[in-house]
């Protein structure tokens, strides 16, 4: 068994989050030693593991709850578990094309900054216009 912090440092999550995933159902409720200290076993100690891998590949809470739900069914066909990860790589892939986007701004204003004072600033100039982004005349 182990305790709340022996969890924390086995898995790398923090001990309020560990609290926090008891408390909105993710984990079941410790068992509790007589000095009422929360005390965890291996399948818990699993269970965390997998929702802070989980959570390293982006999973949204929900989607966690789904996952370890069809989880604790092993018969189950995994074609649930199949769809909630490719709705997972669709929001990865979109996320990519706002990065990918914002790093083509960011580029741009740097490559059009004149190098002179701030009132002549491109940076300044299109962060405080937001209609100068992605659509700026003056672009390269």
Do not use: W
């Amino acid at each position: 068994m182990l305790t709340i912090g022996k969890l924390a440092t086995a898995t790398g999550v923090k001990v309020p989050t560990i609290r926090y995933y008891e408390q909105i159902g993710l984990l079941p409720e410790a068992e509790r030693s007589e000095g009422n200290q929360r005390l965890y076993g291996r399948a818990t100690r699993e269970r965390l593991s997998f929702i802070r891998h989980a959570r390293d590949l982006g999973f949204p809470l929900d989607a966690i709850r789904e996952l370890l739900s069809l989880a604790d069914d092993p018969d189950r066909p995994c074609a649930e578990a199949d769809i909630i990860a490719a709705r997972q790589l669709a929001a990865v892939r979109e996320r990519i094309a706002r990065l990918e986007a914002l790093r083509t701004e960011l580029e741009r204003m740097v490559a059009q900054c004149a190098h002179g004072t701030i009132s002549d600033c491109r940076v300044i100039e299109v962060l405080g216009n937001h209609d100068l982004c992605l659509h700026d005349d003056h672009a390269a």
